[in-house]
């Protein structure tokens, strides 16, 4: 499997901003990668970056095989840029709208027309592809432009094309509970560092440290008290409310205990079981590092 995206230092400085700081990312083909961070920590010039749309200070980047400073066309050729608010002519109908963007990135004209039907296809937009944007509801507008308020549709397409075509999809989003759905790999970018990169379940297992066991345990009877009683369970670390029951991190395997607790206190058991770190306890955890 090779890279789709590779930086090296890549550097971004706006006068005396540093917008992104020495980034090395590897993006392999055929992957969802989800690119976290918060307001202003750099992924939208990291993605201008890639796409040839802003020149980098320094570094290098590469995308599929090609240079985005010096051969941009060979780039957008390749690449589909969906931004957060994307814009479209209201006076152009869809499909004219998706031609203009084809021709302004040299695709051919039956490459193009052929792309354009599939893609409207693809959204369900084919029986309206001649009707005018601004005729169109919000909805079709946001299937049109996948719109982020559509998240269900938007999830279900971008795994459909990376399963049907191997497609390389990096997803920059705050939505943190649908990029732990669909990716495998993220890298969290703070104040224009990159910070960490890697597989899901890898930096799972890295902010649990010492800690091996996470456990969700929910009951049904009168529990007031019952978190005391956990934190007093030896390889019991930590105990959270959660709004339906209590997340226990532990340092050891304390189901047993766990049971006893609540079969001493009389409580009726729904449920007991092993949790792996959430995609916002793995953000939140570096984030307050850096």
């Known amino acids: 499997m090779s890279a789709v995206v590779e930086t090296k230092n890549l550097t971004k400085r706006y006068r005396e901003k540093l917008a992104v700081n020495a980034l090395n990312l590897t993006i392999e083909e055929g992957e969802v990668f989800g690119f976290l961070g918060p307001n202003g920590a750099g992924k939208t010039t990291t993605i201008l970056m890639l796409l040839g749309l802003t020149e980098p200070t320094s570094g290098e980047v590469s995308v599929c095989g090609f240079n985005p400073t010096h051969q941009s066309i060979e780039v957008k050729k390749r690449v589909g840029y969906l931004p957060e608010n994307p814009g479209f002519y209201d006076d152009l109908s869809a499909r004219e709208n998706l031609l203009y963007m084809a021709r302004l990135n040299r695709i051919p004209e039956d490459e193009a027309r052929r792309r354009t039907t599939e893609v409207l296809d693809q959204v369900q937009l084919a029986d309206d592809g001649r009707r005018l944007v601004k005729e169109y509801s919000r909805g079709m507008k946001q299937r049109l432009g996948i719109d982020p308020d559509g998240a269900?549709?938007?999830?279900?397409?971008?795994?459909?094309?990376?399963?049907?075509?191997?497609?390389?999809?990096?997803l920059s989003s705050h939505q943190?509970?649908?990029?732990?759905?669909?990716?495998?790999?993220?890298?969290?970018?703070?104040?224009?560092?990159?910070?960490?990169?890697?597989?899901?379940?890898?930096?799972?297992?890295?902010?649990?440290?010492?800690?091996?066991?996470?456990?969700?345990?929910?009951?049904?009877g009168q529990a007031e008290g019952i978190d005391r009683d956990l934190q007093g369970i030896n390889g019991v670390d930590e105990v959270e409310k959660r709004s339906h029951g209590w997340f226990l991190r532990c340092t050891e395997d304390v189901r047993r205990e766990v049971l006893s607790v609540v079969s001493r206190r009389g409580l009726s058991l729904l449920q007991l079981r092993s949790e792996d770190p959430t995609l916002e306890e793995i953000y939140l955890k570096y984030f307050r590092e850096a």
């Open 152 to 170: 269900i549709r938007i999830l279900e397409l971008i795994q459909d094309l990376n399963r049907q075509h191997n497609i390389t999809v990096m």
């Open 176 to 220: 943190l509970q649908q990029v732990q759905q669909i990716c495998s790999r993220v890298g969290i970018i703070v104040k224009g560092k990159l910070i960490v990169q890697g597989a899901m379940d890898a930096l799972g297992r890295a902010i649990l440290k010492g800690r091996e066991w996470n456990f969700l345990l929910e009951v049904s």
